[in-house]
């Protein structure tokens, strides 16, 4: 089975730090990752994903993640944050093989204060 | 090109009605997902259609929880009777097919049972 694990409930950062989104994940088979945001009464929106090839991920508004294959891992990170990047954030894997279906973490609040 | 759409937005119901959620994909997408969100988790996935069969249902109460997709486009999930623990959010989410491929989701159902 798979799972994922976002290793902060709570992320506070001030406006135009760095910040970076921790995720695990566990499978016993290759995986897809994924990163979804989800603004206040909305939908969810990806930002990235890792399919294959080079292991840093560029996605929309300026975020970026690392897939690092030995720690299992597919930290989330942006140079400078802005107060739009408010949002609750999802990191997700799905498997090769059983349908695509994403398994999403606890997802992780990131705050941005002025 | 359109998103993913949902209705109703909002529905406050009594435990023991029932309630129902329609969806209607993205055009030409196979794949159609129901996901619930309760407050303060992630999504987990109910069911999972290619075209207007079912591939995935195993996370699906079953004894109050049914959806269907009859002709391989639009999809309703239905409630009955609804339980004060199904209080989430109902997100229906559509891709192209499988594995790999983008998942976009619309700004979900929001079920308040009382």
């Known amino acids: 089975a798979q799972s994922v694990t976002q290793l902060d409930s709570q992320v506070p950062v001030f406006e135009e730090a760095p910040v970076e989104l921790r995720c695990n994940y566990s499978?016993?088979?290759?995986?897809?990752l994924f990163w979804y945001v989800q603004y206040p009464n909305q939908g969810l929106q990806l930002l990235l994903k890792?399919?294959?090839?080079?292991?840093l991920v560029k996605g929309i508004n300026g975020f970026e993640a690392e897939f690092n294959k030995s720690q299992t891992s597919f930290h989330l990170r942006k140079p400078s944050v802005h107060i739009s990047d408010t949002a609750e954030y999802f990191c997700?894997?799905?498997?090769?093989?059983?349908?695509?279906?994403?398994?999403f973490g606890q997802g992780t609040e990131l705050s941005v204060k002025p | 090109e359109a998103g993913v759409a949902q209705s109703p937005r909002y529905k406050i119901i009594e435990k023991r009605q029932s309630v129902a959620f329609w969806c209607n994909p993205i055009s030409g997408h196979a794949t159609l997902y129901w996901y619930q969100q309760i407050l303060g988790q992630g999504p987990k996935l109910l069911i999972q259609f290619q075209n207007n069969g079912v591939v995935d249902d195993s996370q699906l109460p079953k004894d109050r929880f049914s959806a269907e997709r009859l002709k391989g486009v639009d999809s309703t999930l239905k409630i009955q009777p609804a339980k004060l623990e199904d209080s989430a959010v109902y997100l229906c989410?559509?891709?192209?097919?499988?594995?790999?491929?983008?998942?976009?989701f619309g700004e979900g159902s929001w079920l308040t049972v009382v």
């Open positions: 890792y399919l294959s090839g080079s292991t």
């Open positions: 499978s016993s088979v290759s995986v897809y």
């Open positions: 997700a894997v799905s498997d090769l093989i059983r349908g695509g279906k994403l398994i």
């Open positions: 989410a559509s891709s192209l097919q499988s594995s790999g491929n983008t998942i976009y």
